[in-house]
């Protein structure tokens, strides 16, 4: 279920679009939603009056532009690093999705950029919407979920059956990779899911809510062939899981090995040609 949404703004990028998009999801109609802007610290009191009328004309201008029922809108203007005041306040409203823009910066980009996307989503266990500046936000009918064993995979199926329920013509596509680290991309191809299989699964979870579901699959560097199918199979959201490897003393510490090394969510964050949205399992 998805009846809080935390929406964080910062004047730039399609945040509010793909906000305004998914309500038209019958399944989010009824969510709260609460939009954050962010004034970070100044040097000066007179700089920082400024800093708070701009934002304060950051939020008023999202607010409007959302078209929402005031019941359901609220908002923050708040002091700090965005990154910790992000996760901060979705933890206070206990938000059920984030949803922010991402400037796609690539690994070592995201250190040295500070990027805020990846910090909050490597410090939140809340499933995240990102939304590059660069792509095109559309209308969503056809979600995409990276399908596997994994408990983060079928958390994102059960979001994905959610998203989609009562969507006229609505479709899941179901893709598995077969990972060939060192091997050429082979065809895409749409499958039967064998009996026993993680696809078969999947189907028998989505045909108990009558969604129309297809199943796909390749093989070569599971990073890239998930970014090529939504692309060739035009999907217009795809849910990846993140399963969390670090232990739960290291829960509050950025896990710097996964924004420097070739972490799958990283990838697909800075390459897909469709909003993400990335999700994890919490033990």
Known sequence: MIEKILLAVSG???????LKTLKELPSIQR???TVLHVVSGQSTATAMTTKWEE???ILANAIQSLNLDPSQVSSILRQ?????????????????LII???RG??????????????YVFQ???????LVKDDIYVKRIKRIMVAIDNSDAAKNCLNLAIFLLRDIPGGQLILANISTDLGGKSSGINEVLPDKN?????AVAETQKQGIQTRCYSSSGKPGEEICRLAEELNVDLLLLGSPDRRPSIAKSFVDIDRLIGSSLSDYVRVNASCPVLLARTVA
């Open 55 to 57: 934002g304060g004309k």
């Open 80 to 96: 700090g690093d965005p990154k910790d005041v992000v996760c901060k306040v979705a933890d206070e409203i206990d938000a059920d």
């Open 100 to 102: 922010m823009g991402s």
């Open 12 to 18: 730039l990028g399609h945040a509010e679009e793909m």
């Open 31 to 33: 969510a709260k939603v």
């Open 197 to 201: 299989s993680v696809l078969a699964a």
């Open 123 to 129: 410090l939140s266990s809340r499933p995240m919407l």
């Open 105 to 118: 910066l690539k690994r070592l980009q995201s250190i040295l950029a500070n990027s805020v996307s990846q």
